[in-house]
Structures are given as structure tokens and as C-alpha cells.
């Protein structure tokens, strides 16, 4: 059953004791060995990864390109949201579009009003990102979109498995882009979804066996530090060097996931076939569940202290992560990974093109928000180490 507030305020015992020692809680979910044991699904997997017509590619940077290229936005004008990583912007830009960037007010709420402002005679789409799950308002956008006559990419990145009421992220713009790495146990994946007919061709080459391996490895090193508590971080830290080292002697490295920029010489390689196995093991209704669970406990115990960016959890929104609010992210950020807690900093620059400087509410997000884990992983035994620890860390 999925924990609501009103549950967690009236159960304060879940969150009331610290656990002993210390624990690591990565910030990503781990591969576990048992995912990895081929086997057949009991029903159907979720949007968009059953039932839709999808491409599937190495990076979700990749549907980024191919999207752009399906709908002509070669030569036109794409309104993207100014808090954004940069990558994406990238890929649109080799696919030869140009950016115009639009206000996200400080609750990461696309501004509706600067965005109709922002549509010109060369706009020919609107680029939404749905932040760590949280809905884009999509009637709206929607209605803009068919009055100006104007292409709808959803950015589903940070937003895999959430809904909007009854209906998924990603499924009602022209395309959905989603990245799986993010939000499961995967070493390589990102999903192109047509929502419309589009003639798009497959990526051409297979996802490097080697690099697939190399994440794979890390992520299972880090399912066996979650596990092993210290001694198991410590044998993860010793792999993870000898994994690195046999790297630069072989002069190899590894495709790399999370990095800021688009390789177009990348942008035809699929997803893993490791990837595929790993996705028919994984229980996606437990994965949203436990997600929604552990952002109600450290609401309850942190809502005071430092209210995170969105005030209230909607019904079906799949948290990626609680974004916590810190006047000193970097200092609060080593004295949590000095407890064994990785955070994640999502975004603290954009692309090049943005000029921040008319946009003050993204500033201050890049400058203040510092991502904490609550994955299908921990437990609420974690959230409450994880509560304390953030209480000991903040001034």
C-alpha cells in the first residue's frame, strides 16, 4: 500500500528511530543479481515500455536527435524550458534546430504566459520537461501547441513510470523521450515513443558489449556496498580501482551515461541487449510505490527543517528524486557522502546559449537544489538515516 501524508503524520514511529551505523545509500537503484536471470514477465510492462510504438537507443540524448529530425525542426525555432541540463539542448542543435530558451518560474512550473509570449514565425515546437516526475501542465501546453500549430516534444528523462491523472508522462506530445538508467537498475538506455505516425528507422549499430559490461559491473558494486555496509563499499572501491586501471592500460574506456554533451557519431547505437533482460525481471508497480513511500517519510521529517522545491506528491507522479532546497549545496553534499549518502547535483549549469541572467528562478535552482535519493532500494529504515543525517548536515 502507498503511503500517504496523512498516514505518515499519524504513524511518526516509521521515521522515530535512528538506525545504528552507518549505511550506504547510493543515489541511483543497483543491479541486483537476481535481475539478471532471464525470465518471463507475469503482465505487461508500462508505458512507453509496453504497448507503444518505440525506439530504443543507447541514450535518451540519441530519441533527442532522431525526434528532432522526425519532425523537421531543422532551420526553426524549439521553445525550451531555461532550467534544463544542456545535453538535450545539444542534440537539437545538431539536428538543426534552433533553441529559445523560456521561464521556469521556482518551483520548476513552466511559465505559460512568457512561453505564448516566446512563440514567433520560425517556432515550430515546444520543448517540455517534466522535472523528477512532476507534471508539465499538458492541457494547457497542449492547447497552445494546436492553436499555434506547433509539435510537442515531452522530455520524460527524470519522469519515467509518473502519470498526470490516469495518463502517462511522454504519452500525449508528439513524441515522448524517456532515459531508464535514471530511474532502474539498467546499464544503458533511452526511449523514443511516437505518439503519431512518423517514419523512424531503428538505430543501425548494437550497444557496445564493453561498455555495457563496464556499468553493469559498477552498478552490481554498488548493489553489493548497499548491502555489505562498509566492508562492502570497501570491496566496491577496490574493484572500481582495479577496474579502472586494467582501463587506461588497455587505453579503453567505457561509452559514457550522465555526461554533458551529444556525440553525434553515437547517435545510432541501440540499447543494450542486457538492458532488454533486465527490464522483463524488474516489478515496476513495486518500484513506484517504494519511491512514493520514502518522499512521504522525509517530507514528514524534513518539511520544516527544508521543504523540498514541489510542496505536495500528486497522485500517480513517480518521484526520481526529493529536491531538497540548501543555501550550501556542495558543503551539505560532503557531509552527507561522509555518512554514506550519495546526492546528486543535477544541473548546476545549463547550455552555453542560455543567458541565465534574464532568467534569476533558474538561477537559484542551479545554485540551491541539491537531489536526495529515495528509490526502490531503501527502506524506511534508510529514510530515517537519511532524515538524521540531513538534519546533523544542514546549519
Not at 532551420?75 to 542534440?91: D, F, I, K, Q
Amino acid at each position: 500500500m502507498v503511503a500517504t501524508l496523512t498516514e505518515t503524520a499519524r504513524s511518526p514511529g516509521l521515521l522515530a528511530a535512528r538506525p545504528p551505523g552507518r549505511r550506504v545509500l547510493t543515489a541511483l537503484p543497483t543491479l541486483s543479481p537476481r535481475l539478471l536471470v532471464p525470465r518471463l514477465r507475469a503482465g505487461p510492462a508500462p508505458f512507453p515500455l509496453g504497448g507503444a510504438e518505440v525506439r530504443r537507443y543507447y541514450f535518451a540524448r540519441n530519441a533527442v536527435w532522431e525526434a528532432a529530425r522526425l519532425l523537421g525542426l531543422a532551420g526553426h525555432e524549439v521553445l525550451v524550458p531555461a532550467y534544463h541540463h544542456g545535453v538535450e539542448v545539444e542534440a537539437l542543435v545538431a539536428a538543426g534546430a534552433v533553441p529559445r530558451f523560456v521561464r521556469v518560474d521556482a518551483r520548476m512550473r513552466l511559465d505559460l504566459e512568457h512561453l505564448e509570449q516566446s512563440v514567433g514565425p520560425r517556432t515550430r515546437a515546444l520543448y517540455v520537461i517534466h522535472y523528477l516526475g512532476f507534471p508539465q501542465p499538458m492541457d494547457a501546453l497542449l492547447a497552445l501547441a494546436r492553436r499555434r500549430g506547433l509539435a510537442v516534444l515531452e522530455d520524460c528523462a527524470l519522469a519515467l513510470l509518473s502519470r498526470d491523472g490516469a495518463e502517462p508522462l511522454g504519452a500525449r506530445g508528439d513524441v515522448g523521450i524517456f532515459c531508464l538508467y535514471k530511474s532502474l537498475p539498467v546499464p544503458n538506455g533511452g526511449i523514443l515513443a511516437l505518439n503519431r505516425p512518423l517514419d523512424a528507422a531503428g538505430p543501425a549499430r548494437a550497444a557496445p558489449l564493453a561498455s555495457t559490461l563496464s556499468h553493469a559491473t559498477g552498478s552490481l558494486l554498488a548493489h553489493l556496498a548497499r548491502r555489505g555496509g562498509p566492508a562492502g563499499e570497501a570491496v566496491r572501491e577496490g574493484l572500481r580501482r582495479s577496474q579502472r586501471a586494467v582501463r587506461a592500460a588497455l587505453h579503453v574506456g567505457p561509452l559514457a551515461t550522465g555526461t554533458m554533451h551529444f556525440d553525434p557519431a553515437a547517435a545510432d547505437v541501440g540499447m543494450s541487449a542486457l538492458t532488454r533482460v533486465i527490464l522483463e525481471n524488474v516489478d515496476f508497480e513495486e518500484a513506484v510505490q517504494a519511491r512514493r513511500r520514502n518522499w512521504f517519510l522525509l517530507f514528514a521529517r524534513l518539511r520544516e527543517l527544508a521543504p523540498p522545491v514541489q510542496l505536495e506528491l500528486p497522485p500517480g507522479v513517480c518521484p526520481l528524486f526529493y529536491p531538497l532546497l540548501v543555501e550550501d549545496k556542495a558543503g551539505v553534499a560532503e557531509r552527507l557522502a561522509a555518512r554514506g549518502i550519495e546526492t546528486v547535483e543535477f544541473w548546476n549549469t545549463g547550455h552555453p546559449a542560455c543567458d541565465e541572467a534574464g532568467f534569476p528562478e533558474v538561477a537559484a535552482l542551479r545554485r540551491r537544489v541539491l537531489e536526495l535519493p529515495l528509490h526502490q532500494d531503501l527502506d524506511p529504515d534508510d529514510m530515517a538515516y537519511l532524515a538524521a543525517a540531513v538534519e546533523e548536515a544542514l546549519p
